[in-house]
């Protein structure tokens, strides 16, 4: 197998289809979220996603490299929805750019480095540990699989494994007591509920898996 090169048009590519998975699961994310939130969580995405689509189509040559299109995507995120996600995804797609600036491509080990900066800066700006019923119990446990194996031989199945461990997480939220976010103020009542954001979150990482084997 040659090496992997993920370029601009890949992260393009995978930021609109990030936006028109939000689309199809708008009303299943606002689902999940309204048994233990406020019911806003696939309108706060699609709201987010809306807004980083619209510029993919403007911006897309402008865009000079891979940084600069996660960096702007990660802005409007963070500036354009109200929920608690729309920091915590605009903090993700921000910081997977931090160490690459001015890359017009990466390698999968420096786009899994990408995605651990992006998990890291999820984890500093929302200090939800692993079992606290957040997007964190998928996030985690995926990158921490995918940092340990990001030299493997074959990026695609490393990329799988990374999804099928974030999606066990997402899982794993279910019998959880939250204690972050508003879940939290229900107590037990969360329990028997999957978290909307660890739903989110390994279906909108997937969509990298997705890309990558085209
Ligand atoms: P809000 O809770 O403000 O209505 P959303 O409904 O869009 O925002 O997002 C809720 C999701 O955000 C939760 O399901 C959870 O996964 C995630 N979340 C909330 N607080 C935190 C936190 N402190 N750290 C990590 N994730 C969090
Ligand atoms: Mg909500």
Redesign the pocket.
Known sequence: MGEMVLDKQFFADSLAKMAELTEENRDY??K??SD??????????SIGFRAVNANLQDNLEKAADVTALLKKSGMLLLSK??????P?YGSFFIKMGKDDAGKEAVSFPEFAGMLKNGVAA??Q????EIG???????LQPGIEYLEAHKNDDDPVAVMEETVSIMKQGAES?IPLI?K????MRLGERAVGHK???????WMLMNVFLEEMKK
């Open positions: 994310w606002t999940l979220d233990i939130g406020d019911g806003d969580h696939g309108i706060n995405l929805v109200g929920g608690a996600s729309g915590l999820v984890q700006r929302g200090k939800a606290d019923k957040t997007m964190i119990d998928a939220t939250a972050k976010g508003r879940a978290d909307p954001g660890s739903e989110s979150s």
